[in-house]
């Protein structure tokens, strides 16, 4: 599965990015996609993760209410809608793959066998 991310970029406190992550290769259709993040001298975080069918989704507590996600399936596309966002949500945000939708907040980033480039998020206060 190779994964392809963008829509990084700079905002000011409050304002909204979209994130894309198009997927592609064997069965990545059938992949639950996610996001974690990773802020300077922090570890790497967990974002968001969406079915394979974009039927259900869940988030980290501390972006729960201001992120969306959603998946075209025509496009092999995962979407992460940010809104309100914050200077702590400064980070380089991961895309990332896995079959299994469940426990992707407990998981270590070593069990998550897919990853993307990383695209860079500012949030200026």
């Known amino acids: 599965v190779q994964l392809q991310a963008s829509g990084g970029g700079s905002v000011q406190t409050g304002g909204s990015l979209r994130l894309s992550c198009a997927a592609s290769g064997p069965r990545s259709g059938l992949y639950a996609l996610g996001w974690f993040r990773q802020a300077p001298e922090m570890q790497r975080e967990f974002v968001a993760v969406?079915?394979?069918?974009?039927?259900?989704?869940y988030y980290a507590d501390s972006v729960d209410g201001r992120f969306t996600m959603s998946r075209d399936s025509s496009k092999n596309t995962m979407y992460l809608q940010m809104r309100g966002l914050k200077p702590e949500d400064t980070a380089i945000y991961y895309c990332a793959a896995a079959h299994e939708y469940m426990g992707w907040r407990k998981r270590s980033v070593n069990d998550i066998p897919y990853w993307g480039q990383g695209t860079l998020v500012t949030v200026s206060s």
């Open positions: 969406i079915t394979f069918d974009g039927s259900h989704s």
